[in-house]
């Protein structure tokens, strides 16, 4: 059944837009991430295991919902790679749970594949107080959203991605709308099929979990869908840049000790090369991870390493390639 645009129902203390209006319950009533599970009634009254039991089949329907937007995913995500090859940065809006996701996954992608300050953005209604605290009202400030745009001076090689479990929260809409016609790409993330945010994006991404445990709790399954999309556009996006070699995060920054571990651990699992082969060889490139494995499989030194990544684009498989044909030649 085709679901009404409708409005989002933070998790945060608050009446949801429209709720105002005469028909606003109503209204409410038909969308999927509001609607109530049959027997949910009683879920007070189970003992705390059943409770879990139950939580957890809840949540194992999640990554079957996601499998049916596969071919969405992959569309916005090639999409999303071809406008960053050209410089473009990718951005999340959203309020509430969408938005602190959305910041997560952009808060994550510099120390795991070496995005550069700016390159992925996470804009949440209310900003970064909201991340941590309710910002009332916030969701409904449509301006807020133009105007954290224009702050980027959004450009045509952007993309937007609005996140919203109801897909019409006002201010995850406006960043779309306001994104499409700055001529950038417009990606919808949402909860339910019709929304008003998938209308209005070049791509839309439904995700459909079902009534939540909590009737409109939707940081439950819907933020879990989100969570995990947002996993798959960033990633995968990040492959089609040439940030990994494989399943390996070559483009990691070695920012604490965890991390250098890593990086040695990544170069000696790609290199194959001893441990102390495989310190000589960060230590002459500075730590890049990339440089150290295209030194021990090339045979170059650190400044030819760069010169060849520099050439393809940081993408370490191309520059292998051309480094053994220019040797063969």
Partial sequence: MTQQPLPDEPDEPGEPEGLDEPEGLDRLDRLVTEARRD?????????????????????????????????????AVDAIAERM????????????????????????????????????????AGGPAAVTAAVEGAEDDRAAAVADLDALGLGAADTVVGVSASGRTPYALAAVEHARALGALTVALAGNRGSALGAAAEHRIEVVTGPELLSGSTRLK???????????????????????YGDLMVDLRASNDKLRVRARRIVALATEAEPAAVDAALAATGGRVKDAILLLLADVDAPRAAGLLARHDGRLRDALTNSRTTERN
């Fill in 39 to 75: 027997g949910g009634a009683g879920i007070d009254l189970l003992p705390t295991a059943e409770l879990a039991r139950l939580m957890n089949a809840e949540d194992r329907t999640v990554p079957e919902a996601v499998a049916e937007e596969l071919p969405a995913i992959a569309a």
């Fill in 85 to 124: 090859r050209r410089g473009g940065r990718l951005v999340y809006a959203g309020a509430g749970t969408a938005g602190r996701l959305g910041v997560l996954d952009a808060g994550e992608c510099p120390p795991t594949f070496g995005t550069a300050p700016g390159q992925v953005v996470g804009l949440i």
């Fill in 222 to 244: 819907a933020g879990t869908a989100q969570k995990l999309v947002l996993n798959m556009i960033s990633t995968i996006t990040m492959v089609r840049l040439g940030k990994t």
